[in-house]
């Protein structure tokens, strides 16, 4: 018999998004549905310990958890109902449908999707989305999550209930947008969960350079997305590319904690298993005819991936990929990226004056990596007086520690051959 | 003429409230409501939903943007409004100082556009 506390930490991981949005979907309510799921999973810790785990644990726990909203709405209702001002949202509460309990062995629709473009909807800001995602649809705690960016407990806590409130009173639906603005709104999915798996990568703030959690957790969810949207390239392009940056992960960081760039990385330590799954994502998507920006940006990782060194890079191809990265996206980041693989594929006299040219509008002037850049072309033109320039800007700019420490190096390392 | 009561106030003050002074200032609401009804002067009116409810839409050279907002920075926030009909704009701002939150916050009174008048002169 499986250990029943194993278990239930596997199903919470698993299931909590699935079981939370069909409790939502019937309930009407974020709240009501987290405690009551909450009530379910306290349950399970005291009956399968005793009993030992259900066949389908799932299906246990959402049973359990729609017996318990039940409970919670008809209480909300007799309270709800007393008060004249509260009735509206007595009428919220839906229980007329699905009073009788689903039996255990009963399959549940999957309303993780209608979940995740509720918790991404535009009418909620970026934190919001964010924080929300992973709390309902990835069941972090209130806590990890505060953690995970470095912001006290109660604030993330009120972010959350004002996102809640918001969803309810301004009548936010639970639904899939319809087909016209699927598109968009698929766009902004995608673009919270990467942001997620960046925040896990890179760390903007604090000593850390990579938070594991957020990068594993924007992957499940990934995931997740893929298996609901199956037909949307660009979701497989997400995962592709998210994949095979983790797949550096453990090369990014030396052991004395210094930061480590492509081109030093020690790519015995990649993770290949990742890199062969990326690749393979890439390699199917492509071929479907719309290609969209992650799978650019997963295709170039995966000329990354395929040099065994750094020297072997098919330069090239990379520059080839970012012209067509900059046909679709105008950002002066990927212009800034397509100027760096040009002096990588050679001509760093090209290169740095595309990197002139990306910042022509001054819109990189306040972003680390142009000054980072800027200083690794000009170290390599021998132009060392314009490159210690420029790397002390990017220490200025920089905010997470390692960085700092890598462009420190750079800099004392210019400075050193000036003498 | 028709005019429209734009009541604004500073939203973190009112949830600080407790709820028996609040009720008493919905009765005050409740009571200048019914005298309008009465003298023939009320179109409509509302309390709004906390301005953290609420959703900003702009379209930017056909390109949509919904925003969260309004932005922290202002310090008093559109909580609910009156839409009236009376002779004058004195009459309008008579009616505004009876508005409880007149007291604590801001209202603004504002004409509204008519155009069937407009078409007649």
Known sequence: MADAGQTLDRVFRDEYGRIIATLIRIGGSFDLAEEALQEAFASAAKHWKEDGPPQNPGAWLTTVGHRKLLDAIRREKTRTEKEPELQYEAERLQDSGETTLIDETAVYSDDRLCLVFTCCHPSLSREAQVALTLRTLG????????????????????????????????????????????????????????????????????????????????????????????????????????????????????????????????????????????????????????????????????????????????????????????????????????????????????????????????????????????????????????????????????????????????????????? | MKYILLIYQDEKRWSAIDAGEQQKIYAEFGKLRERLVADGQYLDGSQLQLATTASNIRIRDGKEFVTDGP?????????????????????????????????TGTVEVRALVDRAAEAHA
């Not at chain 1, 993330?156 to 947008?177: D, F, G, H, N, T």
């Not at chain 1, 060194?309 to 520059?319: H, K, L, N």
Request: charged share 25%; hydrophobic share 45%; proline share 3%.
């Open chain 1, 139 to 419: 069941g972090l705690t209130t806590g990890e999550i505060a953690r995970a960016f470095i912001m006290p407990e109660p604030t993330m806590a009120q972010r959350l209930v004002r996102a809640k409130s918001k969803i309810r009173l301004a009548r936010i639906p639970y639904e899939v947008p319809a087909l016209e603005l699927l598109g968009e709104r698929l766009v902004a999915v995608q673009a919270v969960l990467y942001l997620i798996f960046n925040e896990g990568y890179a760390a903007t703030t604090g000593d850390n350079l990579v938070r594991t959690d957020l990068s594993a957790e924007a992957i499940r969810l990934t995931r997740v997305l893929c298996e609901l949207m199956p037909h949307e390239p660009e979701n497989f392009g997400l995962l592709a590319l998210m994949l095979l940056q983790d797949s550096r992960r453990a090369a990014r960081v030396n052991d004395r904690g210094e930061l480590m760039i492509l081109e030093e990385q020690d790519r015995s330590t990649w993770d290949h298993n990742k890199i062969e799954e990326g690749i393979r994502l890439v390699e199917r998507v492509l071929g479907r005819g719309f290609v969209g920006n992650y799978q650019i940006q997963a295709a170039i990782a995966a000329v990354h991936a395929e040099a065994r060194t750094a020297a072997e890079t098919d330069w090239p191809q990379i520059v080839a990929l970012y012209q067509e990265l900059k046909r679709i996206n105008g950002s002066p980041i990927v212009a800034l990226n397509h100027a760096v693989a040009v002096a990588m594929s050679g001509d760093i006299t090209c290169g740095l004056a595309l990197i002139d040219k990306a910042n022509a509008a001054r819109r990189l002037e306040h972003y680390y990596l142009y000054h980072a850049s800027r200083a690794d072309l000009l170290r390599r033109l021998d132009r060392k007086r314009e490159a210690m320039t420029a790397y002390q800007r990017a220490i200025a700019l920089a905010t997470n520690q390692v960085e700092q420490q890598y462009l420190r190096r750079r800099l004392l390392e210019v400075t050193e051959t000036l003498q």
């Open chain 2, 71 to 103: 932005f922290a920075e202002t310090h008093e926030q559109l909580g609910g409004y009156f839409l009236i009909e009376v002779n004058s704009a004195t009459d309008a701002i008579a009616i505004a100082k009876q508005i409880p939150i007149a007291r």
